[in-house]
T-cell receptor, first 113, second 112 residues
């Protein structure tokens, strides 16, 4: 298995909703990432987990809450989002040494209404 | 501040043409430079470059890194309509934790 799987592929949520994005990989990668990508912009790093511990939080608002339950799973919990949070959310993983680069999932396209 | 700049931002060519995409960078603690192709969703990994002057090739695509002048190029020969995509350049840094710094991307359109 050489993929990063993200669910759901599309999500529409209201500003008062609570939802979660899921990411899964079975490549034995020990680093996992959340990126946010707005239309026609490059991906921007949000969070990095290394060996299931949060190692980077790029000053992301607390309405985004990451969780890494085990080495294969990464979640992003969403609460009280704003319309400007609408974007493509990409998950990625890499071996700890990053000698083979990063593998990205197909993303969840999130729309906040 | 770390910076990765790609040029051109947009390029339209005819099928069969050869294109060269550019990526220059100014980052501290450089580790490697990566090229990705993004069509609709997931960026797809193309190349990772760590050493200067060593060309990496995959079919019609090739890339090379110049660590002295701080740039990389991505060449695509005999372009096909399926090459139409956004090509992203990113720099990986040596630091306590991993962080990719992306350029703005080059939107390549191949017309039949």
């Amino acid at each position: 298995d050489t993929e990063v799987t993200q669910t759901p592929k599309h999500l529409v949520m209201g500003m008062t909703n609570k939802k979660s994005l899921k990411c899964e990989q079975h490549m034995g990668h020990r680093a996992m990432y959340w990126y946010k990508q707005k239309a026609k912009k490059p991906p921007e790093l949000m969070f990095v987990y290394s060996y299931e511990k949060l190692s980077i939080n790029e000053s992301v608002p607390s309405r985004f809450s990451p969780e890494c339950p085990n080495s294969s799973l990464l979640n992003l919990h969403l609460h009280a989002l704003q319309p400007e949070d609408s974007a493509l959310y990409l998950c990625a993983s890499s071996p700890a040494g990053r000698d083979y680069g990063y593998t990205f999932g197909s993303g969840t396209r999130l729309t906040v209404v | 501040e770390d910076k990765v700049v790609q040029s051109p931002l947009s390029l339209v060519v005819h099928e069969g043409d050869t294109v060269t995409l550019n990526c220059s960078y100014e980052v501290t603690n450089f580790r490697s430079l990566l090229w990705y192709k993004q069509e609709k969703k997931a960026p797809t990994f193309l190349f990772m470059l760590t050493s200067s002057g060593i060309e990496k090739k995959s079919g019609r695509l090739s890339s090379i890194l110049d660590k002295k002048e701080l740039f990389s190029i991505l060449n695509i020969t005999a372009t096909q309509t399926g090459d139409s995509a956004v090509y992203l350049c990113a720099v990986d840094k040596i630091q306590g934790a991993q962080k990719l710094v992306f350029g703005q991307g080059t939107r390549l359109t191949i017309n039949p």
